[in-house]
């Protein structure tokens, strides 16, 4: 079964610096591309950072220079860290992966920036 388990959220203040994690367990991790997506409230879930096997990574251009993603295989996690935090980052945080041709998501951990 595959599950994808979101960690590190919270209240953070305008420049302020956060590190999300996810747990991924049920498939090969290593092989598959992870992303993290956000939703603010009353908008649409949008991608903010993918990791490809490889280690090749790929970002939103409101993040970029500003957030990294991360991958430790040995640990099956993925990890998001994020700086410079701006209250525009606030939203629900979510992992995705799509292992054989699953969409999986985790549950999902809330940012808020606050001014």
């Known amino acids: 079964q595959v599950q994808l388990v979101e960690s590190g959220g919270g209240l953070v203040q305008s420049g302020g610096s956060l590190r999300l994690s996810c747990a991924a367990s049920g498939f090969t991790f290593s092989t598959y591309t992870m992303r993290w997506y956000r939703q603010a409230p009353g908008r649409e879930r949008t991608l903010v950072a993918l990791i490809n096997s490889g280690g090749s990574t790929n970002y939103a251009d409101s993040v970029k220079g500003r957030f990294t993603i991360a991958r430790d295989n040995a640990k099956n996690t993925v990890s998001l860290q994020m700086n410079s935090l701006k209250p525009e980052d606030t939203a629900v945080y979510y992992c995705?992966?799509?292992?054989?041709?699953?969409?999986?998501w985790g549950k999902g951990t809330l940012v808020t920036v606050s001014l």
């Open positions: 995705n992966a799509r292992p054989r041709n699953i969409d999986a």
